[in-house]
C-alpha cells in the first residue's frame, strides 16, 4: 500500500489561490477515481476538486473557510501500490495566514488525531448546576438553530405554562437536557418582572447568540462590496417611469404568445431599452481599469443580471443582450437564474459584464442606491411597481408607476450624462412601441 497526494490543481486565469468551501469526503471514506473531493471558490464561480485514484482518505488537507494556495495539499488517500508519496521532496505545508479561526482548526492525519486525542485530559462528566453559573457561562452553551432541546414532559408543561420557549433556555444535563433546575435560573436572569398575571415571560431578556464565519460565497461578497465601495465614487440617480402602457403591452403580449414563447417579465423591456439608451452613452458600457487608468467601451451589451441565491448575491451575465429579442432576454435570463441559484453557473457565465440590471422585485421598496459591480462603471436598480394617483390633462388618474435607482462610476460619468441615460431609459419604457422602432 501507498499514500496518494492530491495537489491544488492550477484552475487557470492567473488565480494564486481559492477557498475551499466544501469537503464531500471525511477520513476514514473510500473513494473513486473520478469522485468529487472538494469544492473551491474563485473570485468567479466554484469549481469541483475530482480524484485522481481510487482508495481511502486518510487526511484532509484543510478546513472549510481556509484559502489555499495551488499546488498545497488537498488530500492524503491510501492506494495500491507505490503511491507518489515517495516522488515528493518535501509536501507543501497548507497555508495558514488566511486560515478562518472561527470555523475549525487545520485537519491532521488520522493516527496523529488519535494520538493527540488519548493525551487530552477527559472533560468533566458532571456539569455545575445551572441555578449557580453565571448567565454568561449558560449562554455559551447554546444549541444550534434547527436542535430541538431535550426535556422532559414535566418541564415542557411547565415551560409551556410560563411562556418560556425551551429552544433558549441552557441545559446541564447530559446532551444539553433541561430540568426543572435550568429552567428556574433562566426565568430568574430576567430583567423585566412578568407581564399579566405573573405567569407571562415572554419578555425575558435572551443570552443567545451565534458566531458565523463568513466564507465562500459570502466572503466573495463581502470583499467585492468592500473593494467597490473603497475604490469607486458613487452618485445615485433616482427617476419614476410611468409604466402603465408597457404593463398593457406585456400582459398583452402574454395572453396572446404566452403559451408558445414563454412568459415575459419586465426585466426583458428594460433590457432593451438599456441596450437602445447605450447607444448613445457608450461611456456607461464599459469597464474601468482603476490601475492602469483605462476606461474600455464596449459596442456589445454583455448584461449582468443580479441574481439572488440561498448562499448570496450572484451576477450571472447575459451575453450580447443587444443581439436579443424580447423572448430570447427572457430564457436567458430565466436560464441563468436557475444555473446561478442551482449552484451550475460556469465561471464564463460569471464574468465578463459590462453594465448590471438588480432588481428585487416587489421587495424593492421606493428608492435604492445599488452598489456598481466593479469594474463596470454603472448599475441600474429596479424599484417596486405601485398603482398611484397621478395628474394627467389637469385630471388626477391612476398610473403604474416604478422608480429606476441607478449607481454611477462618478471617476468616469457625468452626472449631466447619467441623467440623460436614465431619461432615454424612461422614454423607451413609457412609449413601449419605440423598444422596437428602429
Given at each position: 500500500m501507498?499514500?496518494?497526494?492530491?495537489?491544488?490543481?492550477d484552475i487557470?486565469?492567473?488565480?494564486?489561490?481559492?477557498?475551499?468551501?466544501?469537503?464531500?469526503?471525511?477520513?476514514?471514506d473510500?473513494v473513486?477515481?473520478d469522485?468529487t473531493?472538494?469544492?473551491?471558490?474563485?473570485?468567479k464561480?466554484?469549481v469541483e476538486?475530482?480524484s485522481?485514484?481510487?482508495?481511502k482518505?486518510l487526511?484532509?488537507g484543510g478546513?472549510?473557510g481556509?484559502?489555499?494556495a495551488?499546488g498545497?495539499?488537498?488530500i492524503?488517500?491510501?492506494?495500491?501500490?507505490?503511491?507518489?508519496l515517495?516522488?515528493?521532496?518535501s509536501?507543501?505545508?497548507v497555508p495558514?495566514?488566511?486560515?478562518?479561526?472561527?470555523q475549525?482548526?487545520?485537519?491532521?492525519?488520522?493516527?496523529?488525531?488519535k494520538?493527540?486525542?488519548?493525551?487530552?485530559?477527559a472533560?468533566?462528566?458532571?456539569?455545575?448546576?445551572a441555578?449557580t453559573?453565571?448567565?454568561q457561562?449558560?449562554?455559551?452553551?447554546?444549541r444550534?438553530?434547527?436542535d430541538k432541546?431535550?426535556?422532559?414532559?414535566?418541564v415542557?408543561?411547565?415551560?409551556?405554562?410560563?411562556g418560556v420557549?425551551?429552544?433558549?433556555?441552557?441545559?446541564?444535563g447530559?446532551?444539553g437536557?433541561i430540568?426543572h433546575?435550568?429552567?428556574?435560573?433562566y426565568?430568574?436572569?430576567?430583567?423585566?418582572?412578568p407581564?399579566?398575571g405573573?405567569?407571562?415571560?415572554?419578555?425575558?431578556?435572551?443570552?443567545?447568540e451565534?458566531?458565523?464565519?463568513?466564507?465562500?460565497?459570502?466572503?466573495?461578497?463581502a470583499?467585492k462590496m468592500?473593494?467597490?465601495?473603497?475604490?469607486?465614487?458613487?452618485?445615485?440617480?433616482?427617476?419614476?417611469?410611468?409604466?402603465?402602457?408597457l404593463e398593457a403591452?406585456r400582459?398583452?403580449?402574454?395572453a396572446?404568445?404566452?403559451?408558445?414563447r414563454?412568459?415575459?417579465?419586465?426585466?426583458?423591456?428594460?433590457a432593451?431599452?438599456?441596450?437602445?439608451?447605450?447607444r448613445?452613452?457608450?461611456?456607461?458600457?464599459a469597464?474601468?481599469?482603476?490601475?492602469a487608468?483605462?476606461?474600455?467601451k464596449?459596442?456589445?451589451?454583455?448584461?449582468?443580471?443580479?441574481?439572488?441565491?440561498?448562499?448570496?448575491?450572484?451576477v450571472?451575465?447575459?451575453?450580447?443582450?443587444?443581439?436579443r429579442?424580447?423572448?430570447?432576454c427572457?430564457?436567458e435570463?430565466?436560464r441563468?437564474?436557475?444555473a446561478g441559484r442551482?449552484?451550475?453557473?460556469?465561471?464564463e457565465?460569471?464574468s465578463?459584464?459590462?453594465?448590471t440590471?438588480?432588481?428585487?422585485?416587489?421587495l424593492g421598496g421606493i428608492?435604492?442606491?445599488?452598489?456598481?459591480?466593479?469594474?463596470e462603471v454603472?448599475?441600474?436598480g429596479?424599484n417596486?411597481?405601485?398603482?398611484r394617483?397621478?395628474?394627467?390633462?389637469?385630471a388626477?388618474v391612476?398610473r403604474q408607476m416604478?422608480n429606476?435607482?441607478?449607481?454611477?462610476d462618478?471617476?468616469v460619468?457625468?452626472?449631466m450624462?447619467?441623467?440623460?441615460f436614465?431619461?432615454?431609459?424612461?422614454?423607451?419604457?413609457e412609449?413601449?412601441?419605440?423598444l422596437?422602432v428602429?
Open positions: 501507498g499514500i496518494h497526494i492530491i495537489k491544488m490543481p487557470g486565469e492567473g488565480i494564486a489561490e481559492v477557498e475551499l468551501v466544501a469537503w464531500h469526503v471525511q477520513v476514514g473510500m473513486t477515481e469522485q473531493l472538494a469544492d473551491v471558490m474563485t473570485d464561480a466554484t476538486i475530482p485522481s485514484v481510487s482508495g482518505v487526511a484532509l478546513a472549510v481556509q484559502v489555499m495551488v498545497s495539499e488537498v492524503r488517500i491510501e492506494v495500491e501500490g507505490a503511491g507518489n515517495q516522488s515528493e521532496k509536501v507543501p505545508n495558514t495566514a488566511h486560515v478562518n479561526t472561527a475549525a482548526a487545520p485537519v491532521l492525519i488520522a493516527t496523529a488525531a494520538t493527540e486525542a488519548a493525551a487530552a485530559p472533560r468533566p462528566t458532571t456539569p455545575a448546576p441555578a453559573r453565571s448567565p457561562a449558560a449562554a455559551a452553551h447554546h444550534a438553530p434547527g432541546p431535550i426535556a422532559a414532559p414535566s415542557r408543561q411547565r415551560a409551556w405554562e410560563l420557549e425551551l429552544q433558549y433556555v441552557p441545559g446541564s447530559p446532551a437536557r430540568s433546575a435550568d429552567l428556574d435560573a426565568v430568574a436572569r430576567a430583567v423585566r418582572g407581564a399579566i405573573g405567569s407571562d415571560t415572554r419578555y425575558l431578556e435572551r443570552l443567545d451565534e458566531a458565523v464565519p463568513v466564507i465562500g460565497l459570502r466572503r466573495k461578497i470583499q468592500q473593494e467597490a465601495k473603497r475604490r469607486i465614487p458613487h452618485f445615485t440617480y433616482v427617476e419614476e417611469v410611468d409604466m402603465t402602457e403591452l400582459v398583452r403580449l402574454n396572446q404568445h404566452g403559451k408558445e414563454g412568459k415575459l417579465t419586465v426585466l426583458p423591456f428594460l432593451r431599452a438599456m441596450v437602445l439608451a447605450l448613445a452613452f457608450p461611456q456607461i458600457n469597464r474601468y481599469d482603476d490601475e487608468d483605462v476606461l474600455t464596449y459596442g456589445a451589451v454583455h448584461l449582468g443580471i443580479a441574481t439572488q441565491t440561498e448562499g448570496g448575491l450572484m450571472p451575465v447575459m451575453r450580447h443582450a443587444e443581439a429579442d424580447l423572448w430570447s427572457a430564457a435570463i430565466l441563468l437564474a436557475e442551482s449552484g451550475k453557473a460556469t465561471r457565465e460569471l465578463g459584464s459590462t453594465i440590471l438588480t432588481s428585487l422585485g416587489a428608492v435604492s442606491t445599488p452598489v456598481i459591480n466593479r469594474p454603472a448599475i441600474v429596479v417596486r411597481m405601485v398603482e394617483p397621478m395628474v394627467r390633462n389637469g388626477v391612476t416604478m429606476l435607482s441607478s449607481s454611477f462618478h471617476r460619468v457625468d452626472g450624462h447619467a441623467a440623460e436614465i431619461q432615454k431609459v424612461r422614454g423607451y419604457l412609449c413601449p412601441a419605440t422596437f428602429e
